[in-house]
């Protein structure tokens, strides 16, 4: 693993990792990688891409959350997890924060009860269940819910809804496509809060963290 090139993706976002850190880190990469020859956790191969799409995709984000994630151990939810992404990286760069990780890919979900098991992370939940059961579960528990690549925005902030408490946001990770799929979302339920372009070192593509976050109606009075 190119720890250079990690190093330098992560001074260039500002974020001052500890040497465990960036081994963990290194090590959910060859991870992901070992099990993706068999598994195909996901479609990009090869270790440069690996750390600029993944890794540092994923950990671009944790500025701004910081900013707006106030309490001391916030509760997240990760829809639509996949291999881990954002979740696993923010769980091993925060970890007093408490993550839970949902997916209904038995596969993907083995690979990450590994991963957990395989790098002591004791902040993480692991839910091999359809975001839409977990919601019914766990209504109102999460300070914030975020997603990489699961679905349109939307659909994403119908999904987040019954997870959020009564002051929590949404982050949705978007690309360039960003202001086509805002077209799409009810403003009269939504509130934008920010929409943030996210610098990808060594990446020349577009990425946006959009943080919504619900519009609480008022119960009309008589």
């Not at 091993?92 to 949902?102: G, H």
């Not at 002051?167 to 202001?179: C, I, Q, S, T, W």
């Amino acid at each position: 693993m190119s720890e250079g090139l990690l190093a330098l993706g992560i001074q260039e976002l500002g974020l001052e990792l500890s040497a465990a850190n960036i081994s963990d880190l290194e090590l959910f990469l060859q991870e992901m990688g070992r099990w993706n020859q068999v598994h195909n956790l996901t479609a990009i191969e090869g270790e440069k891409d690996s750390i600029r799409l993944h890794l540092i995709d994923s950990i671009a984000v944790l500025p701004v959350l910081r900013r707006f994630l106030k309490e001391s151990h916030p509760k997240i939810a990760d829809l639509g997890s996949g291999g881990g992404l954002p979740a696993i990286p923010i769980a091993i760069v925060q970890p007093e924060w408490q993550l839970t990780l949902i997916e209904a890919i038995r596969k993907k979900t083995a690979f990450l009860q590994h991963v957990r098991g395989k790098l002591r992370l004791k902040n993480i939940e692991v839910l091999s269940e359809r975001v839409e059961n977990v919601a019914m579960q766990q209504s109102a528990q999460f300070d914030a819910v975020i997603s990489r690549a699961f679905t349109n925005l939307a659909r994403f902030l119908e999904l987040s809804l019954p997870y959020l408490k009564p002051n929590g946001l949404v982050f949705a990770m978007k690309a360039k496509r960003a202001d086509e799929e805002i077209l799409d979302v009810c403003m009269e339920d939504w509130r934008l809060v920010a929409d943030e372009p996210l610098h990808i070192p060594n990446l020349a593509v577009e990425r946006r963290l959009l943080v919504l976050a619900p519009v609480r109606k008022s119960p009309l009075t008589s």
